[in-house]
């Protein structure tokens, strides 16, 4: 179902793990400074789809592990 490149593995993990974060952090701290109306519904929406892509990951993890299980014990 989910056969990624590594190279683009790599993107998708760094996403996830450091640059959707950053940017819901980023948002928030500009909205609040700048007293921005929907600063919490942009915070809210930006982590939901970084953990939409962390779930991805783990499906395309799951997908590798059981791929590589079966060629070794098959």
Known sequence: MFKWSGEFYD???????????SLSA????CG???DWE???VATTIISAFGVFV????KMSVAE???AKKDLYEG
């Open 26 to 29: 980023f948002v928030g701290v």
């Open 11 to 21: 993107f998708v993990k760094w996403m996830a793990i450091y640059f959707i974060p």
């Open 54 to 57: 962390a779930g991805c990951i």
């Open 38 to 40: 929907y600063t919490s």
């Open 32 to 34: 609040l400074a700048f």
């Open 64 to 66: 590798y592990e059981k």
